[in-house]
């Protein structure tokens, strides 16, 4: 008897202590702000880092500033277009990134002048999701639709989108009001938090 009482504190201990580890994982991997990104494919000096891979290689034109940072380009390969883009040094060409969170670039090689750039921006180019969701989100360049009159400004995976032009930013863990779809239409789902965003900025 006393040996069966003795494995039952045993036990009990055991699990209170595999529960404050628990806790105590669940307590630092808290979010305490949101982490945000700088994306550059090309470093200081121009040239394509080495962390990054290329993909394909076309010919194209750039007809006008980027939607993410009017100091890079938006350029056109065929029908296709691609936004950001940035200026290799030392070639007339231009590499491309389709997601801030990719590491594969297209480049390509200009059939046409490069047009004058601005000063604006950088605007958030992406996003991710926190609150248990965790997927990332693109800034919408064309017309998305509305949600409870708030545009859809971000497209998400797993049919999750976020609402509004910008997210509040008044606290270190940012947050968004966010949209998901469902039988074919979105529904509002609340203001949610984001982990990450991201900015595409010309070194």
Known sequence: ???????????????SFLSGVSAQASTSSRLT???????????????????????????????????????????????????????????????CLGRPWSHRVVRLDLTRRLPATDSFGPRLWGLRLASGINVDCLASQGATGTVGGKPMSYLCGHGWALLGNHPDRSQPVWTMATAKRSNGQYHARGRKNLSVAWRAVKL
Not at 1 to 15: F, S, Y
Not at 48 to 55: F, P
Request: positive net charge; charged residues 15%; aromatic residues 8%.
């Open 1 to 15: 008897m006393r040996k069966i009482l003795l494995g039952l504190v045993v036990a009990t201990t055991a699990l």
């Open 33 to 95: 702000s949101t982490v945000v990104r700088h994306v550059s494919p090309l470093d200081s000096s121009g040239q394509l880092r080495s962390t990054y891979n290329l993909a394909n290689v076309r010919n194209g034109h750039c007809w006008t500033t980027s939607f993410e940072n009017g100091r890079l380009y938006r350029c056109m390969s065929g029908n296709f277009i691609h936004d950001p883009c940035w200026k290799e040094s030392g070639r007339h060409s231009v590499v």
